[in-house]
């Protein structure tokens, strides 16, 4: 399915509760960012990494964090300091030198 | 930073007419141009992209163009139809292994 698998499809959370986005690709890019999607805001980055065990902060990296221990996995986890996390997440990687973006079907975020 | 402005944020056009979305960009070292589409619930897709060593590019019923002078692009849609229907991103982007920033969006609606 396009080479990059975003999992969860739903994921519901609990106030105060940590959570973790999954986003595993096989095209052996390099570059892995998050964004996050919500109405009328367009896509913004919370972090992106350009090679393993390095990653940057994006324009909305806080109550957001990652790792990057493996060229293939970008793992967000969504913490409890984030106060309004519900929106739609996306993953998207590339090669470091290419300019495309190939995106992940997204995780959609709900507090409850 | 980067900032993109995306016109209008919705648009309706009867299927056969042209749809065009506007964007405007503020950073001039900016010289990559993609364009997504992104259907309802689903990952954005690439659907043509400019560099800035071109004015224009057409793929079938789609075209952007671009001004560098202005900092502006456009995306143009002929003979709309019902499929066409999805939220249209442009984005900037300043070499490949920079960021995207993106524009905010605009829902197209085409009227059968």
């Known amino acids: 399915d396009g080479g990059i698998t975003q999992s969860p499809k739903y994921l519901f959370r609990k106030e105060g509760q940590n959570v973790t986005l999954s986003c595993e690709q096989n095209?052996?890019?390099?570059?892995m960012y998050w964004y996050r999607q919500d109405p009328g805001q367009g896509l913004r980055l919370i972090y992106y990494?350009?090679?393993?065990?390095?990653?940057q902060k994006g324009d909305i990296a806080e109550g957001y964090s990652v790792s990057r221990e493996k060229k293939e996995s970008f793992p967000l986890t969504v913490t409890s300091a984030q106060k309004n996390p519900t929106a739609f997440y996306l993953c998207a990687s590339r090669l470091t030198n290419y300019y495309g973006y190939t995106f992940g079907s997204g995780t959609r975020l709900t507090v409850v | 930073g980067e900032n993109v402005e995306q016109h209008p944020s919705t648009l309706s056009v009867q299927e056969g007419d042209s749809a065009v979305i506007k964007c405007t960009y503020s950073d001039s070292a900016s010289n990559y141009f993609p364009w997504y589409k992104q259907e309802l619930g689903k990952r954005p897709q690439l659907i043509i992209d400019i560099r800035s060593n071109v004015g224009e590019k057409k793929d079938q019923r789609i075209a952007v163009t671009l001004n560098k002078t202005a900092k502006h692009f456009s995306l143009h849609i002929t003979e709309t139809q019902p499929e066409d229907s999805a939220v249209y991103f442009c984005?900037?982007?300043?070499?490949?292994?920079?960021?995207?920033?993106f524009g905010t969006g605009t829902s197209l609606t085409v009227i059968p």
């Open positions: 984005a900037a982007s300043i070499s490949p292994g920079n960021q995207f920033y």
């Open positions: 095209l052996n890019h390099d570059a």
């Open positions: 990494s350009q090679i393993v065990n390095d990653f």
